[in-house]
């Protein structure tokens, strides 16, 4: 599944017209304000309600503006239904997006994958706007806003880096930008969903290498090995006390992650959550019980703003925090600045993003098992689409069940992008009853899906045609795998960065003028976020080392006709050089064939070639006794006829040059 680190292109939808299954025809699906009255689509939501009550909380606290993100107070990607504030206020429900308003105006602002979306979803109350930075977000409030006006925000909503750039851009308007912990959004909001207090589950001792007092202690001594002296280490991002305490929980969709902050003190253990899921037998697994160094003290989630502020008041305390997940509302009242401590990510992330021995073996397990549900779904869309009868929907449907038919199945790892010609442009499209297309022998199609097992997390995106490509699609498709093999097969130094390889991902797109607006990959957990930072070929990610998993996923899309993304987890392990030492390579761990007849080998050089074959011995190795052991014998013939070997002969390709490795590497390695 790619992430939102490249902005796509402006998409349009219009050949939908012509093979919707939905009830409105898309030249209706929008909302068009031009009109007199307006037209709204169904799907459009009525806000004036909401933005009065609003506007009425506004002028209570003499605040001109409100900045509404798309986040929750542990700044996830995902979130609950009751953090979904900017839905409820905008009508609009794609994951990215900052919404600001004012007495007589309200805008939008969101990426490209979403502008259609939000066209479908809002009303004529809002205005879209495109530019996504911060500083549009400012110039439209400066001029919006008179001078001397407040500009409303929730702290526990903004990171430091969107308050600092918030502030920076207008330092100079004679414009304030004002904390306001009371959210006010959730003051309006009268059927805000509760939260539902699941209980809480431990990870079984077989999926666990390290108990959370050994996780705990190796913390501490990266805290006293620490030159700046903290004596406290605050967890804010949801997955970060997850892992600690090898916790599991059902706050988030898709995640396993529950409501939660950690203060971790050289002698003292606060976890901050809804105590009252807590079971006797958990108080008595994290030591609840008693005092010391390794006993959990149970405190109120909604206590840790006033537990922190007390804490930070004794002398000589320092406290740790990583910038990228502590909010906003937390950082402010680390006061004076002598008493702060930052670092991009926690240790505890750092050390999360470099798998245990157990965990690198559980989840290459959890690979196999997920390629037999996507094998089975292939097979039958082969077998099923010539008759016309199926859709994006029913597709994603028979993915889902087939994976919840595998061994410690815990449900998807993020909502199925099922998308079939021109939805397939749109790289976040997922499927609804408005948009649905039939899937059809004449169209490419595009599935990109995950499992969430006890044992890992898993995402895979394949691309298919069932019935004869267009030399266009063929060498898109080529390159894109090309782009993909390339990286899967590239030999560097440990401690790499991602961002410095990730042009050889796009380099056989880029020589005939190709490319792609997303991400090429993110780190993926163990029965955790299917977007686990701080891994992957970003900026701000850290340096590959063993141990680490990542997505590796290219694209290429073509406006108004068809999308191609080929997405595998892989997995970063130490490879033996004639010279040097510690070197990395990636191990590919998706098990899941490509599109043969997608695929032009005479494009491919010999090595890509040789790899494809070495990729496809592997899942006959690996997932054949898999299927064998279930009992799924036409699914084994279905694997083997896909993975037949492709003759090393038919490449008439040149050989890459590695010169381009060796570029890319050696800037900033470390």
């Given at each position: 599944m790619p992430s939102c680190g490249w902005l796509l292109t402006a998409l349009s939808l219009a050949a939908l017209a012509g093979n919707s299954t939905g009830t409105v025809a898309y030249n209706r699906s929008e909302r068009n304000c031009s009109l007199s009255p307006p037209y709204l689509p169904s799907t459009a939501s009525n806000t004036t309600l909401r933005l009065r009550d609003l506007r009425v909380e506004m002028r209570l606290r003499d605040i001109a503006a409100y900045i509404i993100p798309a986040t929750d107070a542990h700044l996830s990607e995902y979130i609950a239904p009751r953090d979904a504030r900017l839905a409820f206020v905008t009508g609009f429900t794609g994951s990215a997006g900052t919404a600001v308003v004012t007495q007589t105006k309200a805008a939008l602002w969101t990426d490209s994958r979403y502008w259609v979306q939000a066209e479908r979803q809002m009303d004529?109350?809002?205005?879209?706007?495109?530019?996504?930075?911060?500083?549009?977000?400012?110039?439209?409030?400066?001029?919006?806003?008179?001078?001397?006006?407040?500009?409303?925000?929730d702290p526990f909503l903004f990171s430091l880096k969107t308050q600092e750039h918030y502030r920076?851009?207008?330092d100079s308007s004679n414009r304030t930008l004002k904390s306001v912990p009371v959210n006010l959004v959730d003051r309006v909001w009268k059927e805000r969903p509760?939260?539902?207090?699941?209980?809480?589950?431990?990870?079984?001792?077989?999926?666990?290498?390290?108990?959370?007092?050994?996780?705990?202690?190796?913390?501490?001594?990266?805290?006293?090995?620490?030159?700046?002296?903290?004596?406290?280490?605050?967890?804010?991002?949801?997955?970060e006390t997850a892992w600690l305490f090898n916790l599991r929980g059902e706050d988030i969709p898709y995640n396993p992650f529950f409501y939660s902050y950690t203060l971790l003190t050289k002698?003292?253990?606060w976890l901050f959550l809804h105590t009252d899921r807590v079971t006797e037998d958990l108080r008595v697994y994290l030591n609840a019980s008693c005092v010391g160094s390794l006993c959990v003290q149970l405190k109120s989630y909604d206590a840790v703003r006033d537990d922190l502020k007390a804490y930070v008041a004794e002398p000589g305390v320092k406290v740790w925090i990583g910038t990228e997940y502590t909010n906003y509302a937390l950082y402010e009242i680390i006061t004076p600045e002598e008493k702060l401590m930052t670092s991009s990510y926690s240790p505890v992330l750092t050390t999360k993003a470099v798998k245990d021995e157990t965990e690198q073996r559980i989840l290459r397990?959890?690979?196999v098992r997920d390629a037999v549900a996507v094998i089975q779904l292939l097979m039958w869309l082969e077998k099923a689409v010539p008759e016309g009868k199926e859709t994006e929907l029913t597709a994603a449907r028979y993915v889902n069940e087939c994976?919840?038919?595998?061994?410690?199945?815990?449900?998807?790892?993020?909502?199925?992008?099922?998308?079939?010609?021109?939805?397939?442009?749109?790289?976040?499209?997922?499927?609804?009853?408005?948009?649905?297309r039939r899937l059809t022998v004449d169209e490419m199609y595009l599935v990109d899906s995950g499992g969430q097992y006890l044992d890992g997390t898993t995402d895979i995106t394949r691309t298919v045609h069932w019935g004869a490509p267009t030399a266009t699609q063929k060498e898109a498709f080529t390159r894109v795998l090309m782009g993909n093999i390339e990286i899967s097969r590239t030999v560097f130094p440990s401690g790499t960065r991602g961002v410095n390889m990730e042009m050889l991902a796009r380099r056989a797109l880029w020589e005939v003028g190709l490319n792609y607006g997303h991400g090429t990959g993110h780190g993926v957990g163990n029965y955790f976020?299917?977007?686990?930072?701080?891994?992957?070929?970003?900026?701000?990610?850290?340096?590959?080392?063993?141990?680490?998993?990542?997505?590796?996923?290219?694209?290429?899309?073509?406006?108004?006709?068809?999308?191609?993304?080929?997405?595998?987890?892989?997995?970063?392990?130490?490879?033996?050089t004639k010279y040097g030492h510690n070197y990395v390579t990636f191990d590919t761990v998706s098990l899941v064939p490509y599109d043969r007849k997608l695929i032009d080998t005479t494009l491919l050089s010999s090595e890509q070639l040789r790899w494809l074959n070495q990729y496809y011995e592997t899942i006959r190795r690996l997932v054949g006794p898999e299927l064998d052991s279930q009992g799924l014998k036409e699914e084994k013939d279905w694997m083997l006829a896909h993975t037949?070997?492709?003759?090393?002969?038919?490449?008439?390709?040149?050989?890459?040059?590695?010169?381009?490795?060796?570029?890319?590497?050696?800037?900033?390695?470390?």
């Open positions: 004529c109350n809002w205005e879209l706007e495109k530019d996504v930075s911060i500083s549009s977000v400012a110039q439209w409030l400066i001029s919006e806003v008179p001078p001397g006006g407040e500009m409303g925000f920076l851009n207008l509760p939260v539902l207090l699941y209980n809480l589950s431990r990870l079984p001792d077989r999926v666990i290498q390290r108990p959370w007092q050994k996780k705990v202690e190796h913390i501490r001594s990266q805290m006293r090995e620490n030159p700046y002296g903290p004596t406290a280490l605050l967890l804010s991002a949801l997955d002698d003292e253990i397990d959890a690979h994976r919840g038919k595998q061994k410690d199945s815990r449900g998807p790892s993020f909502e199925t992008i099922s998308a079939s010609g021109p939805n397939a442009a749109l790289a976040h499209y997922s499927p609804t009853e408005e948009t649905i976020g299917v977007h686990e930072w701080p891994v992957g070929f970003q900026s701000n990610n850290v340096p590959f080392r063993a141990g680490m998993f990542t997505s590796i996923e290219p694209g290429y899309y073509k406006e108004n006709d068809f999308g191609i993304r080929i997405e595998d987890v892989a997995v970063v392990v130490p490879v033996n037949e070997p492709f003759a090393e002969a038919a490449s008439s390709a040149s050989v890459w040059c590695s010169s381009l490795t060796l570029i890319a590497l050696a800037v900033n390695i470390i």
